[in-house]
C-alpha cells in the first residue's frame, strides 16, 4: 500500500516534469540538427532504442502503484513519445508530400497539408495503442494518460500553426522540414486557440484539484505529473502567441 503524501509528493512531480520536459527537448534537437552524412541513421537507431525501452517500461510499471512507479511510466510514455519526435524531426516519418503548399485554400489547402505529415499521424495512431492497449485497466495508468496529453495537446498544436498564430518558432525545424513552414498562418489570432486554451486549461484545473484530493502518496505523484505536463504544453501553446523567444532556452542544443 503506498505511503500517505507530503509536500515532497505534490512539489517533486513539477520539477521532475520541468526538467525532463526541458533535457529531452534540448536532446532531441540535438540529435536531429544539421544535415550532415548519417544523420538520419543515427537519429533511427537513437529512437528505436528509446521505444524498445519505453515500451519495455510500459508494461513494466503497469501494476507499480507507488511514487516510483508514476515516474517511471511517466519516463517511459516519454521515451515512446519520443520515437515520434526523432523520426519526424530528422525527415524519416512524415508524409508523402515534401513540397511547398501550392496556391490552393480552404480544404484543399487542409488536404495538402495533412498529406505532409500522414505517415507520421499514422504512426502516432499505432504508436498510442502500444501505450494504452496494455495499460488502459491497469493499476498505474500513468503511462497512456502522459501520452493522451501529449497526443491531444499537439494535435491542438498543429491546428493552431494551421489556422494562424503569432509564432512559427522555425529555427525548431531543421532545414530539411522547412517546406512545412508554407502550411502554417501567421495571424494575431485564430478563432480556435482561445477554445483549446480554455478547454486544456479546464482540464488542467480539474487535475489539479485530484491531486489536493489524493489520499495516497501514488495518487498526489501520479496525478501531479499527468497535471504537470499538461501545464507545460498550454505554456507551449502561449509560445505561439505571446512576443518572447523561448528557443534561447535550448541554445545549447544546436550545433550551428
Known sequence: MSAEPSSLHLWMPLVFSIAVWWLSTGLILRLVDGNGPGRQTRALLAASLALALGLAGVVLTRDMTTPLGAYLAFTSALLVWSWQEITFLAGIVTGPNRQPCPQ????????????????????????????????????????????LVLWAMRLSAKLNLFLGVKNFYESFLPPSLHYLLTYFSRRSFNPFFPVSLCLSTLVAVLLWEKVLLGESAYEVAASSLVASLLALAILEHLFLVLPIHPERLWRWAWAR
Not at 111 to 139: C, K, N, S, Y
Open 104 to 147: 490552393v485554400k480552404g480544404w484543399m489547402r487542409a488536404w495538402h497539408a495533412f498529406r505532409t505529415i500522414a505517415h507520421h499521424e499514422a504512426a502516432l495512431v499505432l504508436l498510442g495503442a502500444a501505450v494504452i492497449v496494455p495499460t488502459w485497466d491497469a493499476a498505474n495508468p500513468v503511462a497512456y494518460q502522459i501520452f
